[in-house]
């Protein structure tokens, strides 16, 4: 299955929800759209290696997808929620990545263009 930007194997199909990718995939070709160019790419790119990623069980990818489901709409939504609830959410995918050595090493990036994009 490939949407715009990300792709998804069918080994992981029945394992994570197809619609919080569709949603992320949207909002990347949004954030494109409107010239956040490397907001885009990092969020693609973090969401594919969620996706990817062997060392996270299904409940967490599934866990750390809505959240940046969550997320990634707010950047394209307004009024935004507040941003104790959006730094909430930041802290809550970092906890959860923290044992995928992949995800930790993109993750610093991506966290501060959200921070900035979510006014965070």
Not at 34 to 52: H, W
Not at 85 to 95: P, Q, W
Request: glycine share 4%.
């Amino acid at each position: 299955m490939v949407f715009n930007n990300i792709r998804v194997e069918n080994s992981v199909v029945g394992v994570i929800n197809t619609g919080d990718v569709k949603s992320i995939d949207s909002v990347v070709t949004t954030v494109k759209d409107k010239g956040e160019e490397k907001l885009a790419n990092v969020l693609r790119d973090f969401t594919q290696a969620v996706v990817d990623a062997q060392d996270l069980p299904p409940d967490t990818k599934n866990e750390v997808l809505s959240q940046l489901s969550f997320l990634a709409q707010q950047i394209v939504t307004e009024p935004k929620q507040a941003p104790s609830v959006m730094r909430s959410i930041l802290s809550g995918i970092e906890r959860a990545i923290n044992a995928s050595a992949s995800l930790v090493t993109i993750w610093p990036l991506l966290y501060s263009l959200l921070k900035t994009a979510l006014n965070a």
